[in-house]
């Protein structure tokens, strides 16, 4: 069974609240295939547990939304094979909501020791990707989470660039004052950095001088 999306214009975008097995992602991928469209997809669906005794548990699926990115994997695979059309665009990517990537701080000052304070020489949780970060970030600004997103390797350092430059980010320990640099020449509009990749306050002041000099209309954050 797929969904029926037949009456959506080339470049609509569909969201399906309840998606289920992800028939509606289905769906749009194969009309794209049929008329050459931009129609994108946002599939949401609690992780609903499958039944212990179901094919699709035993086949290792523990919950809808895991059989659901399958079969969008699968369905997006076939339809290029059967088309033959290698531009076809059946990328996606898969979101989960989370609590705050911040530390919560349950204590007065007066109330902390030093053991206390040597576990928070960072504000970030400890089990947090990159990728976390920068998309709490994108959400913050308002930045569509479906922009293009890479990763360059600059002066050692993994920098994460979205669509372009909208957004770089670098959250790597103790960044260099030359990757700074080669980050602020390509003049992003928005730039974020971990406060513990500075080694001092005057390590991180010389960051907005760097940008002052280099890219003066950058908005610079660190987190």
């Known amino acids: 069974y797929l969904a029926d999306v037949s009456q959506t214009s080339n470049d609509d975008i569909i969201l399906d609240f309840f998606s289920g097995s992800a028939t509606t992602a289905h769906a749009v991928m194969q ?3 049929e008329d050459g469209g ?3 997809f946002i599939m949401v669906q609690l992780p609903e ?3 212990e005794k179901s094919e699709a548990y035993k086949a290792g699926y523990q919950n809808i939304c895991e059989i659901g990115k399958e079969r969008i994997r699968r369905a997006g695979k076939k339809i290029k094979e059967e088309t033959g059309k290698t531009d076809l665009d059946i990328g996606f990517r898969v979101l989960k909501l989370g609590e705050s990537n911040m530390k919560d701080v349950y ?7 030093q053991s206390m304070l040597d576990k928070m020489t960072s504000n970030i949780k400890e089990d947090r990707t990159p990728e976390d970060l920068l998309y709490a970030c994108m959400l913050e600004w308002g930045l569509e989470l479906s922009l293009p997103h890479k990763v360059e390797n600059i002066a050692g350092y993994n920098v994460h660039i979205v669509n372009d430059g909208d957004l770089i980010t670098c ?5 260099s004052e030359e990757a700074i640099k080669q980050i602020a020449d390509k ?8 406060d513990s990749s500075f080694a001092s306050d005057a390590a991180r002041v010389n960051v907005g001088e760097i940008f002052k000099l280099k ?3 950058t908005t610079i954050k660190v987190i």
Do not use: G, M
């Open 49 to 51: 547990v499958c039944d």
């Open 38 to 40: 931009k129609r994108k």
């Open 187 to 194: 003049e992003p509009l928005r730039a974020v950095f971990r």
């Open 107 to 113: 204590y007065a000052p007066a109330d902390y020791n």
């Open 171 to 175: 959250f790597d320990n103790k960044i």
């Open 31 to 33: 009309l794209n295939a």
């Open 215 to 217: 890219s003066p209309n």
